[in-house]
């Protein structure tokens, strides 16, 4: 079974998609983490990002790894744990290059596909019900005001940088919704057959209980 889980950047998305698989038993697949991973490994090389030949060279020489668990899972590349630097403001400003490169996404999705294929898995991200797993059993969009949604990276940032202030974070938060909307490959738009969610005033518990009561709905039918 394949439960996909898209939405914009701090829609709850991942922590809900780590509850579940952990709830489940199911795997966790963290598709941003594998965009990241290709972005550091390519500003690591030197590589002109604007290159999508270069860019899909060092996909296809990448060995991406997931170690650990659900809550404290690690990301490797070519056997390095880079998961603290994936998450890195350099990282996540350059990402776009990478997501905007058509015959990368066409690498990353085969080997999502591939790890599914291994077992049951919650996949997140932005284009998991629409082009990854049109197939999905369960399919959830999760969305939340731009406002709230920066909130919530704001607190996750500020304790680490105290010189990020609300106003940056809200800039970000709608520079990668304006970019992961209108990109011609694979933007981010709720499927037709998705569950939408706004969990804009919602507890990440509620949230947690509304698609458990969906997927027992989808699991009988």
């Not at 709230?148 to 500020?158: G, I, L, M, N, S």
């Not at 057959?193 to 209980?209: C, H, L, M, R």
Request: some cysteine; charged content about 30%.
């Amino acid at each position: 079974m394949i439960i996909a889980i898209d939405g914009p950047a701090g829609s709850g998305k991942s922590t809900i998609a780590k509850m579940l698989a952990k709830r489940l038993g199911f795997r966790y697949l963290d598709t941003g983490a594998m965009y990241r991973a290709i972005t550091w490994k390519a500003m690591q090389k030197g590589i002109n990002l604007e290159d999508k030949d270069a860019l899909c060279h060092i996909a296809d020489q990448s060995k991406i790894e997931f170690q650990g668990s659900d809550e404290n899972l690690d990301v490797f590349v070519d056997g390095v744990n880079v998961t603290k630097e994936i998450r890195l403001p350099s990282v996540t400003n350059n990402i776009h290059y990478i997501s905007d490169t058509p015959g990368v996404r066409q690498r990353m999705v085969k080997l999502q596909r591939k790890f599914a294929s291994e077992g049951n898995t919650v996949a997140e991200g932005r284009d998991m019900g629409t082009v990854v797993f049109p197939q999905a059993e369960g399919k959830f969009f999760l969305d939340a005001d731009v406002e709230e949604r920066a909130r919530r990276r704001y607190v996750e940032f500020e304790p680490a940088n105290k010189k990020i202030s609300y106003n940056d974070v809200i800039k970000d938060i709608e520079t990668r919704d304006r970019r992961d909307t209108t990109r011609n490959n694979s933007p981010l738009v709720k499927g037709d057959d998705a569950i939408y969610i706004n969990t804009t005033k919602s507890s990440i518990e509620e949230v947690f209980g509304i698609i458990l009561k969906e997927l027992e709905f989808i699991v009988k039918k």
